[in-house]
DNA sequence: CGCTTTTGACCGGCGC
DNA sequence: GCGCCGGTCAAAAGCG
């Protein structure tokens, strides 16, 4: 996320509802997705096309049938390999409850082999809560290793980095330990964009902040001032902090990286959330460019009780999420003039932690399934949302994922009340990335707003 | 005096 | 190769 791109992109809507159905015509959100009848998925797109609609299906249509079928093939193999996995898992499970009954729910907690989710807070909080002494990280390891007894990181990397081709795939790194060095890197890039009302020159997040760099930057008159965090030596973490170009009130924040040194509680909810939103970025794409939809729907599955708050950019190199807390200031925020505070000392406090806390929760009771409700009512349907789901609730790192996000918030205190109301118009905006004489041209958004 | 901020210089990536 | 641009560095200045 850049500058231009930040200051005020008003992206063009184009709604991709979806409400998936079983081959028997149970809602999707009914259906264990790690059962055989995954693979049956069918779209109920009857209220939109009728059968005379598709003697008109121009090229389009039929390409999107050919990636649909492609797609359908693809999910039919990584259900194969997930339930290989799966019954590895429940072997390893059995000989390790055997070997120790207090490790018994370790896999039910962490149900698939992933990725190092690799937030430095998280894996302090890891470390020191289990009790055989390894790292999360070191322990994502052996069950990426030793499921089947044989390395599985690469397959595993093909659904960690597949949305940037420059990203070097690690063919050679078997045994190294680079993935983990070049998924980090990857990782470091992703970015997480915070969009709040503020009069103040700086959202109060938690952490401790030296200014090293102030740069004016194309296409918008406020400075840019570059931060880095100063809570322990060698943090790489950094932040970006400006005005948005068309309303100065809004302060745009974007975070980069992750935390080498334990968080605040004030600190932990918005860093680990950052951080499982770039990995999620990161996580749930695809191949092509279709892999910006799949983000696209992580967004929405991620923050599905506010539709207008969750921006994603999957474009290499940096793919950036953005949190848009301006729509709901009026309720969410302190008044203008007020610096932001999200560290959970005053009444109002705990605002971002509490949105996405709620948000996580939320996610956690309907499990990334009920996608659209609303958009079953409204009869809309898509087939690139259909292909999308698939390949996102087929991805091992997005359960992984969004258990570790929603383990933050929990252990983080940010756990919310939640609405139960996984509600979310699915609405897919593109814009043209030429927002409002955009700085960084590599920045293709796209967005979720509500109409 | 030590820490932070400011600000111009420098560097690397990218597009033409 | 050149220019543009974003990001970073580091010396100087400011501040408590």
């Known amino acids: 996320m850049d500058a231009g791109g930040d200051g005020g992109h008003v992206p063009t809507t184009i ?14 959100n009914e259906v264990d997705f790690f059962t055989d009848r995954k693979d049956d998925i069918v779209l109920d797109d009857r209220s939109k096309f009728e059968d005379d609609d598709y003697s008109d299906l121009n090229h389009k249509d039929i390409n999107l049938e050919v990636e649909l079928e492609t797609m359908r093939d693809e999910n039919r193999r ?32 962490m149900p698939m082999p992933f990725i190092d989710l690799g937030m430095a807070s998280l894996e302090d909080e890891n470390s020191r809560s289990t ?8 322990r994502s390891r052996l069950q990426i290793t030793n499921i089947d007894g044989r390395d599985r990181r690469d397959e595993i990397l093909e659904h960690v980095l597949p949305c940037s081709n420059k990203v070097a795939r690690l063919n050679d790194s078997k045994n190294d330990g680079s993935i983990d060095q070049a998924t980090e890197a990857t990782i470091r890039k992703a970015r997480v964009s915070v969009r709040a009302k503020s009069e103040a020159p700086m959202i109060t997040d938690g952490c401790q902040w030296r200014k090293y760099g102030q740069k004016m930057a194309k296409g918008n008159p406020c400075p840019r001032a570059y931060y880095r965090c100063t809570m322990a030596a060698g943090c790489p973490v950094r932040k970006q902090v400006q005005r948005c170009a068309e309303d100065r009130t809004i302060l745009i924040t974007t975070y980069e990286g992750n935390h080498n040194h334990p968080l605040p509680p004030a600190a932990m909810a918005i860093s680990s959330t950052t951080s499982s939103a770039a990995r999620m970025l990161l996580t749930g794409s695809m191949p092509s460019s279709d892999g910006i939809i799949n983000s696209n729907l992580l967004a929405r599955t991620l923050f599905p009780c506010s539709s207008t708050m969750a921006t994603i950019s999957a474009s290499a190199p940096f793919p950036t999420v ?13 008044p203008a003039g007020q610096p932001h505070n999200f560290s959970g000392e005053n009444n109002n406090t705990a605002l971002l932690p509490q949105i996405i806390g709620q948000t996580l929760y939320n996610q956690s009771k309907f499990s990334g399934l009920q996608l659209s409700q609303d958009a079953a009512a409204n009869g809309q349907v898509s087939r690139a949302g259909l292909a999308d789901t698939l390949t996102v609730i087929n991805n091992p790192n997005f359960t992984a994922a969004l258990a570790m996000a929603i383990s933050s918030i929990m252990s983080g205190g940010g756990g919310g009340s939640g609405d139960g109301g996984a509600r979310t118009n699915a609405g897919v905006n593109t ?21």
């Open 15 to 28: 709604q991709f509802p979806v409400k998936l159905y079983s081959s028997d015509h149970k809602p999707l």
């Open 78 to 109: 990584l259900k194969q390999e997930l339930d290989l996995v799966k019954k590895k898992l429940r072997k390893h499970e059995e000989e390790k409850r055997d070997e120790d009954p207090k490790h018994a729910n370790e896999v039910d907690m």
């Open 431 to 451: 814009s043209n990335g030429g927002n409002n004489g955009s700085v960084n041209k590599k920045d293709d958004e796209f967005c979720f707003r509500r109409n």
């Open 322 to 334: 953005t949190l848009d807390l301006t729509q709901s200031q009026n309720s969410l925020l302190p």
């Open 131 to 138: 009790s055989d002494g390894k790292s999360h990280d070191e």
